[in-house]
């Protein structure tokens, strides 16, 4: 069965960091590119970053560049987003997707409070 | 960026009736490959979003074929011929030509009546 399963989230103080985890199975993780979507309580879905299958190429959006950073580690079938200076706004559910969109994860929630 | 607006934004609908959401995109999304890449996403409450239709009118494997999605350039509909109570949820269309960033629409919230 192809899965991608999110975790690492969790309760963090403003400023502080994160780094959340999925683990993909039932597919040839280290062809696809992934993303990080995510979705504040009760709002919509708001694109966070990209990783080319290869690592090569990186975006991100602006409202979290220079704070988070993705990567990947094919050999281990996972894939990270690495989230610092952590800010209120940040705080939402987190879903690791496949490529084309095809393939989401059951999300996992970080919530940034004092 | 290109901004995707969809419309409305609630559709109270009654079951076994059709029901229509619109998309629009704030440039065209022909891509230099000659595709259209809109997607359309259900949400069912308190689960992930799933993909229904890609490239415009391409059913996902599994998705019903009450779900059709057309249109071209800058216009998108998604259609639902006869609404079942499991089709309650939000829907997002999605562009993936333009990118960085990848855009959602703002979601349509279905309810039945």
């Known amino acids: 069965e192809v899965q991608l399963v999110e975790s690492g989230g969790g309760l963090v103080q403003p400023g502080g960091s994160l780094r959340l985890s999925c683990s993909a199975s039932?597919?040839?993780?280290?062809?696809?590119?992934m993303h990080w979507v995510r979705q504040a309580p009760g709002k919509g879905l708001v694109w966070v970053s990209h990783?080319?299958?290869?690592?090569?190429?990186?975006t991100y959006a602006d409202s979290v560049k220079g704070r988070f950073t993705i990567s990947r580690d094919n050999a281990k079938n996972t894939l990270y987003l690495q989230m610092n200076s952590l800010r209120a706004e940040d705080t939402a559910v987190y879903y690791c997707?496949?490529?084309?969109?095809?393939?989401w994860g059951q999300g996992t929630m970080v919530t940034v409070s004092s | 960026d290109v901004v995707m607006t969809q419309s409305p934004l609630s559709l109270p609908v009654t079951l076994g009736q059709p029901a229509s959401i619109s998309c629009r995109s704030s440039?065209?999304?022909?891509?230099?490959?000659?595709?259209?890449?809109l997607n359309w996403f259900q949400q069912r409450p308190g689960q992930s979003p799933r993909r229904l239709i890609y490239?415009?009118?391409n059913r996902d494997s599994g998705v019903p074929d009450r779900f059709s999605g057309s249109g071209s350039g800058t216009d998108f509909t998604l259609k639902i011929s006869r609404v079942e109570a499991e089709d309650v949820g939000v829907y997002y269309c999605?562009?993936?030509?333009?990118?960085?960033?990848?855009?959602f629409g703002q979601g349509t919230k279905v309810e039945i009546k």
């Open positions: 490239k415009v009118s």
């Open positions: 440039q065209s999304l022909v891509h230099s490959d000659g595709n259209t890449y």
């Open positions: 997707v496949r490529g084309t969109f095809d393939i």
């Open positions: 999605m562009q993936t030509t333009h990118w960085p960033p990848w855009t």
């Open positions: 039932g597919f040839t993780f280290s062809i696809y590119w």
């Open positions: 990783i080319k299958n290869d690592g090569s190429s990186i």
